[in-house]
């Protein structure tokens, strides 16, 4: 017994197989995969359907693959539309055909050539009006009903025969295929292989990985973009774009959390709850930052360029809200936080990418570190970037609080209140998501050669994950929104009050002005949140890693708040500034 290599067949692998090269036209969206239904046609029988699965990866555009059947037509199957691709009126063996699929010769149901009246009749009576399609249309090439398929040829006849649409692909019962994916065999009567076809919102060799859920994991959206064993010069530009804004993220990132850090660790920034809230908020950006760094930067230095920058700017942030004139009430230590927080979160981030980048590239075999990262890294992420939203809400709720109370706003009350949030926000967080790593395991899929770090919920814990994202998103979102509104309508109507003979608008103008520093940071975050809000649960899922950049755009977009700390609390407002100042001449003191 011989046993042929791919391209030959025969007891003594003396045939060669046929060749086929399937190409697509521009208009049309290249699929992850495809499938090919070989008819053969037999004056004895009736005629022989034979189907196969051949996988497209995102970079392809021309599918090319080996078939020893033999056939007169074939037709291509893609999202839920045929094709006619090739057909001869004689079979040859070993041939190599190119063919185009291109949009005239999709296959058009009868629902989209005849009326309701026609189609709902019974097959015998309707199947004798099938060549008049034909007759009326010059380029249509074939149509199908619920049995058949038609096809037209050069003298407007239809001629039809038995097809089943709803076969099952099971492998003759083999079917090792997960989450509702069809099985294919290379060859109907002796397989060497199987190849899965998977259900939209699923991937994987064995339909074993899902891109359903409110968000979606840096490895899902360009995990397979990543080339095993490769440079990365050599790389795709996605992965390139995806170190970039790494590096970005992270130098502006850090930058924010370190200057507000300076700014909301002084005592005069926390004398009420904003200064500590953004307090945290800084340190809690830091630390973010470092593990999205690190996660980059495993696979290379350039990474590093976004930490530093995430660090330069939380270190600014922790410099100005570090000063006691920046804490004297609670939102100066919620924003001092908030820069802590920050410089963390970027670092986190960065360290993500780099171990995805090495990981997927082969860099990393250790099993057991890779293990650590993967329970770890994200589950972090999310904390920290959850913390920082609430944060940031926490603080417009102060703001609104201490225009509503005046004179009556007790500060070392704001104080005490916002360390207690903090501990508890932080504790809640942490309480909410500690189901993502248990839930977290490494898979490896030796068709791809790669190791994935993956999640798997059940239906139940899908829709709590589900809901849970929402929370956390829509109560902060709405928050910033409610708050801004009060900022804005509460000051103009005390002003209106007062100056009863002053026009409203020309008051709300006055008020806008006066309290920009409040409005632009509560304004700019709800406009932040609007588009990561569509993404995140417009789409159900990224059907295809062909076309990811929706999702890497609203995956970047979550960090851009713990990017703007400094930017939108300490920038705009006199009194952080010069706190920031402060902290920077005791820092670096100079003299005069």
Not at 93 to 110: D, E, F, G, N, Y
Request: aromatic share 12%.
């Amino acid at each position: 017994m011989c046993i042929c290599s791919e391209e030959y067949f025969g007891n003594h692998c003396e045939h060669r197989q046929t060749r086929i090269d399937i190409s697509f036209h521009s208009k049309l969206i290249i699929p992850p995969s495809l499938i090919v239904h070989f008819i053969t046609i037999s004056n004895e029988t009736y005629p022989i359907r034979s189907s196969t699965k051949k996988k497209i990866s995102w970079d392809q555009h021309v599918l090319t693959f080996n078939t020893s059947i033999r056939f007169h037509i074939a037709f291509a199957e893609m999202f839920n539309s045929y094709y006619l691709s090739i057909l001869r009126e004689q079979i040859i063996v070993s041939a190599i055909i190119s063919t185009q699929i291109i949009p005239s010769h999709r296959c058009l149901s009868i629902h989209e050539l005849f009326n309701k009246t026609l189609v709902n009749r019974h097959l015998l009576r309707r199947i004798k009006y099938y060549h008049i399609p034909r007759q009326a249309r010059f380029d249509l090439v074939c149509f199908y009903d619920d049995v058949h398929f038609c096809l037209c040829d050069l003298f407007r006849r239809t001629n039809c025969f038995e097809f089943d649409h709803n076969m099952t692909y099971d492998c003759r019962g083999y079917n090792a295929c997960e989450n509702g994916g069809q099985c294919f065999m290379d060859d109907p009567k002796c397989p060497t292989s199987t190849a899965c076809v998977c259900q939209d919102c699923y991937y994987g060799s064995r339909c074993q990985f899902s891109t359903k859920g409110s968000t979606l994991s840096l490895d899902t959206i360009v995990g397979y973009q990543i080339r095993p064993n490769i440079d990365i010069n050599r790389q795709p530009f996605i992965v390139k774009v995806v170190l970039i804004l790494t590096m970005i993220i992270f130098i502006l990132g850090i930058i924010s959390s370190l200057l507000s850090s300076l700014t909301f660790q002084r005592e005069n920034s926390q004398t009420v709850g904003c200064g500590i809230y953004l307090y945290t908020s800084s340190i809690t950006s830091i630390i973010m930052f470092c593990i999205f760094t690190v996660k980059v930067c495993l696979l290379l230095m350039s990474t590093m360029i976004i930490f530093i920058l995430g660090i330069i700017s939380s270190l600014l942030s922790c410099l100005t809200f570090q000063r006691e004139n920046s804490q004297t009430v609670g939102c100066g230590i919620y924003l001092y936080t908030s820069s802590i927080t920050s410089i963390i979160m970027f670092c986190i981030f960065t360290v993500k990418v780099c171990l995805l980048l090495m990981s997927q590239l082969g860099s990393i075999k250790n099993h057991v570190f890779m293990y650590i990262q993967c329970i770890s890294i994200d589950f972090l992420l999310q904390i920290l970037l959850s913390t920082n939203d609430w944060l940031c809400a926490w603080v417009a709720v102060e703001r609104a609080v201490s225009i509503f109370q005046g004179v009556r706003f007790n500060k070392t009350k704001s104080k005490q209140i916002a360390r207690w949030i903090i501990c508890i926000t932080l504790l809640f967080n942490i309480i909410t998501y500690i189901h993502d790593p248990i839930h977290r395991y490494l898979v490896d899929d030796v068709d791809e050669q790669r190791t994935w770090c993956i999640t798997k919920f059940s239906v139940s814990f899908q829709l709590y994950d589900w809901l849970l994202h929402l929370f956390h998103f829509s109560i902060p979102f709405s928050i910033n929104c409610i708050s801004t509104l009060i900022i804005i309508i509460f000051v103009t109507r005390i002003r209106s009050t007062i100056h009863q003979k002053q026009i409203y608008r020309k008051i709300l103008r006055e008020q806008i002005h006066q309290h920009k520093h409040l409005l632009i940071s509560s304004s700019v975050l709800v406009l932040i949140a609007v588009p990561r809000l569509i993404i995140s649960f417009l789409f159900e899922c990224m059907k295809t890693a062909r076309n990811p950049w929706l999702y890497l755009v609203g995956y970047f977009i979550a960090f851009i708040p713990s990017m703007l700390t400094f930017f939108l609390f300490v920038l705009p407002s006199k009194v952080y500034k010069e706190e920031l100042i402060k902290s920077i001449q005791h820092v670096w003191p100079y003299e005069t």
